[in-house]
């Protein structure tokens, strides 16, 4: 019998060589599967066929004319010529009609052996070109800072305007004029600042000449190398190629064959990587703080120093912030340095400020605190339901799942209180209140629930606690939700039924509904509404927490938490205690630990007298930073690791430099999951070291045992051996592709989607929720709501991106969003000096008048330490999760 794969398959004859291949499939990609070469240009793997450059052209028995072969579906039976003397001749006549118009300097051109062009002219074997040049003397566009346009060489195969608009859903760039005078620009020549560029880099990325070339590679030449490696910004995990020539990167560009990225990427990782790492203010030796200023010393002087002050103190006093930003090896042996060697479970990290709530909230309701469902998932949902993310900007690549998945149909509700991007792709956008998530969400489940749109089946065969929520229910009646978010009750009944009535949906969230003093009330909130519909373990559906940093899955998943070891096995669990004693060879504390949150507040009371501080910089990033601030200085000893002496740097008394991503091996965890390798492409800028070995040395030299690892390998067979869930997930392994956990034998495929059959605690616990006010609200002297966020052309505290001239020249500073509504009484015009107050402080910053903040709201990001917005930002916490609110304070704008 035949399988069903076979059924789908067809056969045809291509040059008299029999070819199967799957139905639905062109010619062309019927020669590929063949391994027969026919000239291409304007196609390309990613984007729908177009037939524009007429090279593909084939004969093919019983069809008239030459029809192109990119354009063509192959059908059974077919028999296809590809390089008949006819094709030959007509080949060559095209092809010279299209080098008519491109200059003959391939010897000068910087894209000289890369370019597509001479490839297909190698093939066609094309002696002398007889048809007169055409010189266009355009002028070549420089004015952007990432790459060159020069449309002299563009042969107007439309892959930059197709990928601009098919894959990125952007359009910033399209055809012009038209006839003799056709060309690629954008609307009124306006610049690429002037248009809706992202700056991605996508159309560079697919220019068969160089037409569109990365300046920062222009003449650069070809690179001695390419080494595959993972982007060090947010949580997508972007696979990326970096070139190397001469020992230094020249160019970061996206892998087409990475599994989660498939070949784009964002600004950031695409142009933001090269400067930074190379970067002059790169700490290249250790510096130890002498009468009060730093000054260079030896690794033994500073490493010494270190271990002798931090044994002078007890284990209480003591305390270690691991870093997101890390290796999974270097998150595991800085925890193991925190519990074996100081002996105490103080260990934590910036997971505590956006994704904390993710894992308190998820394992009270599924039992497992990540992403459910996989990033390639979300294009084929039939309704996503996208709250408090602003994904385009902080996680542009799963945009372009997103926008692909409204391409096919899908419907998109985006809840947030900013007109942000993604709204404009929206079936329905809701503006509710800072700070309203639960009663939001709530009421749109009381809608399900009163018009029988639930999935009764599946909340009765998978799910527990059903009566209780359902009762808890009452308590959010339509008329009190409206009041509440301030969104009418109608919008609210359509986004219900839509979610509803529309499978598979998926829940995309983002620190929109983390970073609140009810953050894990949010979090539960969304799992409540995923299997009150049935949205759970099956493809395209689920609770999709979308992970800011590059590695804060695996940082939580290697245990730099207070409460729990590696794939979060309970400190507090005797079994589990004695199992990582007996490997570590040594007793371990039983208590959990204090937060990050708390470990500063210890410090400003006295009662941590030290901390050993990797790769974070709370200076910027934490909320009530004057306080932050404040804190740090109460210390008797920090120590500080990183690659740039960071605001947090400099209240360190020592400072170790330690390597980039870029300069060492190890794996990242990305938000689906999805554990990936980091491979070395450079040595170690100046003395930086990797910080798994930085933090060994601490460690032998405070008497430590198990610390005696010859490279991050090594380090991984050990998390192998303590971590179920990675127990099947080796290097050898990951030669081949990313593995997502739970991964726990050798054998073991991974798991793209859980809680398929049966949730990790076994049923899903729905939970009752109350709405409860955020910590602040507006009133007579703080009139206004403040919300915090990201930049699409910034990274976190700037430490990266602000190296980088391009990503300054787009964004050179901060700014504040107002409303018209709110700026006009306030006497606010665009670009004014504002001073921006909140009960903890103040900052001075540039207005910027935008329909895009709703009045009665401002928006701030907290990029840049000349106006860092997280002075403003309230302290108050979580009380399950400990995470501070971020998202809502109450401020005053004032014109200056």
């Known amino acids: ?424 792709f929206a079936s329905l956008w809701i503006r509710h209140s800072p700070g309203t998530d639960v009663a939001l969400l709530m009421g749109m489940m009381r809608v399900i629930v009163d018009e029988g749109l639930l999935d009764s089946a599946f909340v009765k065969e998978r799910c527990e606690n059903f009566d209780t929520f359902r009762e808890s229910l009452k308590s959010f009646g339509l008329d009190f939700v409206e009041r509440v978010t301030k969104v009418s009750r109608d919008r609210i009944i359509e986004a219900a039924r839509m979610f509803a009535t529309h499978s598979p949906a998926t829940i995309l969230y983002a620190m929109g509904i983390t970073q609140h003093s009810h953050g894990t009330d949010n979090v539960m909130a969304t799992a409540n509404l995923a299997m009150l519909t049935g949205n759970v373990g099956k493809p395209s559906t689920g609770v999709n927490p979308l992970r800011g940093q590059n590695n804060v899955q695996g940082a939580c998943d290697m245990g730099a938490l207070p409460n729990v070891y590696t794939g979060y096995q309970a400190v507090a669990d005797p079994a589990i205690r004695e199992k990582f004693e007996a490997a570590w060879e040594c007793r371990l504390p039983s208590s959990p630990g204090l937060t990050l949150v708390e470990m500063i507040e210890a410090a400003y009371c006295r009662e941590i007298k030290a901390l050993y501080l990797v790769g974070e910089n709370p200076a910027l990033s934490d909320a009530d930073t004057q306080h932050v601030q404040e804190s740090l200085a109460q210390l008797d000893f920090l120590v500080v690791q990183d690659i740039f002496l960071s605001e947090t740097a400099e209240f360190a008394h020592v400072v170790l430099p330690a390597a980039s991503f870029a300069e060492k091996d190890g794996t990242f965890t990305n938000t689906e999951r999805r554990v990936q390798r980091v491979r070395k492409a450079i040595e170690p800028i100046g003395d930086s070291r990797p910080d798994w070995w930085i933090t060994c040395q601490l460690a032998k030299r405070l008497g430590g045992r198990g610390f005696d690892y010859s490279c991050p390998f090594d380090i991984m067979e050990e998390i192998r051996d303590l971590t179920p869930s990675y127990g099947g997930i080796s290097y050898e392994r990951l030669e081949s592709g990313g593995l997502q956990w739970p991964c726990p034998t050798n054998d073991h495929p991974g798991t793209p989607i859980l809680h398929t059959n049966i949730f990790t605690r076994g049923k899903g616990r729905f939970i009752p929720l109350k709405y409860i006010l955020p910590g602040e609200l507006p009133d007579e002297d703080y009139p206004l709501i403040l919300t915090t966020g990201r930049s699409l052309y910034h990274f976190h505290t700037g430490t990266m991106t602000r190296k980088v001239a391009g990503l300054n020249i787009i964004e050179p500073e901060g700014a504040v969003e107002i409303s018209p509504q709110d700026a006009l009484p306030l006497g606010i015009a665009q670009g004014d000096k504002v001073k921006v107050s909140s009960r903890r402080g103040e900052v001075i910053t540039k207005a910027k008048v935008t329909e895009v903040s709703p009045p009665g709201v401002v928006f701030m990001t907290f990029h840049f330490a000349e106006s860092a917005a997280n002075i403003l930002t309230n302290p108050k916490l979580d009380p399950v999760s400990k995470i501070p609110e971020f998202k809502v304070a109450a401020v005053k704008v004032e014109k200056i």
């Open 1 to 424: 019998m035949n399988t069903k794969a076979e059924m789908n398959l067809i056969t045809l004859n291509i040059d008299g060589q029999e070819v199967k291949v799957e139905r639905g499939s062109t010619v062309l990609e019927a020669a590929k599967a063949a391994g027969t070469y026919i000239p291409t240009l304007c196609y390309h793997p990613d984007l729908s066929p177009f037939g524009a450059c007429r090279l593909c052209i084939v004969e093919i028995d019983k069809m008239r004319g030459l029809p192109t072969s990119c354009t063509t579906p192959a059908d059974e039976g077919m028999v296809v010529h590809t390089n008949t003397p006819r094709i030959q001749e007509l080949r060559r006549n095209v092809f010279e009609l299209i080098l008519s118009e491109h200059p003959w300097q391939c010897l000068t051109c910087p894209k000289n052996g890369r370019c597509e062009l001479q490839e297909v002219a190698s093939h066609i074997g094309l002696g002398e070109v007889s048809v007169p040049p055409i010189y266009k003397n355009l002028p070549k566009d420089t004015e952007n800072p990432f790459f060159r346009r020069d449309y002299n060489l563009c042969i107007l195969c439309g892959r930059c305007v197709r990928m601009c608009q098919e894959v990125r859903g952007v359009g910033a760039i399209a055809f012009t004029y038209r006839g003799g005078q056709a060309m690629v620009g954008t609307a009124f020549d306006h610049s690429l600042q002037d248009s809706d560029c992202k700056f991605c880099g996508a159309c560079v990325d697919v220019c068969p000449t160089a037409a569109l070339m990365d300046k920062s590679s222009l003449w650069a030449g070809i690179p001695d190398r390419k080494v595959a490696t993972i982007c060090p910004y947010c949580g997508v995990g972007c696979q990326l190629k970096l070139e190397v020539k001469d020992e230094r990167i020249i160019s970061s560009v996206p892998d087409p064959d990475g599994i989660v990225n498939h070949g784009q990427a964002c600004v950031k990782g695409r142009f933001g990587i090269r400067e930074f790492v190379h970067h002059r203010e790169r700490l290249t030796a250790p510096l130890i703080r002498r009468n009060g200023e730093f000054k260079e010393a030896s690794w033994d002087e500073a490493l010494d120093l270190a271990a002798k002050k931090l044994k002078s103190y007890t284990a209480g006093e003591l305390g270690v912030i691991a870093s997101a930003k890390c290796t999974n090896e270097e998150n595991y042996v800085m925890q193991k340095f925190a519990r074996a060697v100081l002996g105490n479970n103080n260990i934590d990290h910036c997971a505590r400020l956006c994704h904390a709530p993710t894992v308190a909230g998820l394992v009270q309701s599924f039992g497992s605190g990540a992403m459910t469902n996989s990033i390639n998932e979300v294009g084929d949902a039939a309704c996503i339901l996208a709250i408090g993310t602003n994904t385009m900007e902080e996680h542009p690549v799963i945009g372009v799942e997103v926008k692909k998945a409204v391409n096919n149909g899908a419907k998109l509700i985006v809840a947030n209180p900013r007109e942000i991007d993604l709204c404009h």
